[in-house]
């Protein structure tokens, strides 16, 4: 079975150069998701921080927001 390619919407901070000691960097996807558990942290309360739900629920907010970039663009 093939798994499901994850549009993570390329890097955040692309490199303007690439050295011997570069790396891509952090995805878009992975930069949405912090910003958006930030968010649902101070909405929830530190009580919910340790929850992988919320996590999950990070990581959908980022896909929809890559989703809506995309139907921008």
């Given at each position: 079975?093939?798994?499901?390619?994850?549009?993570?919407?390329?890097?955040?901070?692309?490199?303007?150069?690439?050295?011997?000691?570069?790396?891509?960097?952090?995805?878009?996807?992975?930069?949405?998701?912090?910003?958006?558990?930030?968010?649902?942290?101070?909405?929830?309360?530190?009580?919910?921080?340790?929850?992988?739900?919320?996590?999950?629920?990070?990581?959908?907010?980022?896909?929809?927001?890559?989703?809506?970039?995309?139907?921008t663009?």
């Open positions: 079975m093939a798994s499901k390619q994850i549009e993570d919407g390329g890097a955040a901070f692309p490199l303007l150069e690439d050295g011997p000691h570069s790396s891509g960097g952090m995805s878009l996807r992975d930069w949405f998701a912090g910003n958006a558990l930030v968010g649902i942290i101070s909405a929830e309360g530190e009580e919910r921080t340790g929850s992988p739900l919320a996590a999950l629920r990070a990581f959908e907010l980022a896909d929809a927001m890559i989703a809506a970039r995309k139907a663009t």
